[in-house]
């Protein structure tokens, strides 16, 4: 029993580094989940992953509260009115949840519609490799086209529908493809497209809290298995692991982003995508090409 608490606190840690770097949580949950396997059914190890999450995006309520609340009068510049309730509501945070809200439609849309057919078809450890590989290259090429261009986008409130919209589709490509990672494939097509690093990087923080928060919700609305009073027990320790690991790991890329670019990423990401296909031909990831869940 103690040993499954301690696979539940490195899977928390895991999830809390491997989310917001631009890595891929699920590469390496992969290959985490081959040499320690919690003592759960795999149907609740596929709630597990996604719901874990949820510790993790706490973190980013926590560290950026004061940029998310939209309600409040104090240092409230731009109000809703000068009087009465719309004094209390700050438009420019009413106006960024609503791009917010835009980018999250088409990941929402293609999740409701094709989530399971996406777990049976490209949730295997051929995809993953493939897109850690795909997708580092491209941070790489990316930070070199970008190397001596100016951004034109400084501040999350200089976004515009049209960028909020073109995020959205960066993160698509991140719900379609395991492995790509939400939080590379965003801030990466950010840069892309002429928005600072660091504006990039926190836009992507806040979409991951509707986006983690819907995933989940939509898991645990489809789940039609048993649950067990321990596995709850594990799911909690990992979320609140998670939780801790994500505050130091955000604030520290924050700082890393400023005066880095992506590049160590993307190799990173190679060298990891060629790992996860050796894994695989050798016999220690998934036998037909499937993702090994749990035991």
Not at 15 to 23: A, F, Q, R
Request: a positive charge.
């Amino acid at each position: 029993m103690i040993w499954d608490y301690i696979v539940a606190v490195i899977f928390g840690v895991v999830e809390g580094i491997t989310e917001w770097l631009p890595i891929s949580s699920t590469g390496h949950m992969i290959i985490l989940n081959e040499f320690m396997k919690l003592n759960v059914s795999p149907e609740f190890y596929d709630l597990y992953l996604v719901v874990i999450q949820l510790g993790a995006i706490m973190a980013v309520i926590v560290i950026f509260w004061k940029d998310i609340w939209p309600f409040g009068k104090k240092n409230n510049q731009q109000p809703f009115a000068k009087e009465g309730i719309g004094s209390y509501i700050m438009k420019d945070k009413i106006i960024m949840w609503l791009k917010i809200a835009l980018a999250c439609v088409p990941a929402a849309i293609v999740g409701i519609l094709f989530d399971d057919w996406l777990d049976e078809h490209l949730y295997n450890y051929i995809v993953v490799a493939i897109s850690l590989i795909a997708f580092g290259i491209a941070f790489i090429v990316v930070e070199k086209f970008n190397e001596n261009r100016k951004p034109i986008i400084n501040t999350v409130n200089q976004f515009n529908w049209g960028h909020a919209f073109a995020v959205g589709i960066f993160q698509l490509l991140a719900a379609v493809f395991p492995g790509a990672s939400r939080s590379g494939s965003t801030i990466v097509g950010s840069i892309a497209i002429g928005i600072k690093r660091e504006a990039a990087a926190k836009f992507t923080f806040f979409l991951a809290i509707p986006v983690m928060f819907g995933a989940s919700l939509l898991k645990i609305l489809k789940y039609d298995g048993e649950v067990k009073t321990s596995e709850i027990g594990l799911l909690v320790v990992g979320m609140v692991t998670a939780f801790f690991v994500s505050l130091l790991i955000i604030k520290k890329l924050m700082a890393f982003i400023k005066k880095h670019s992506f590049t160590c990423f993307g190799w990173y990401r190679i060298i990891l995508g060629v790992l996860v296909l050796i894994l695989g031909a050798v016999g220690v990831i998934g036998g037909n090409g499937a993702v090994v869940a749990a035991p």
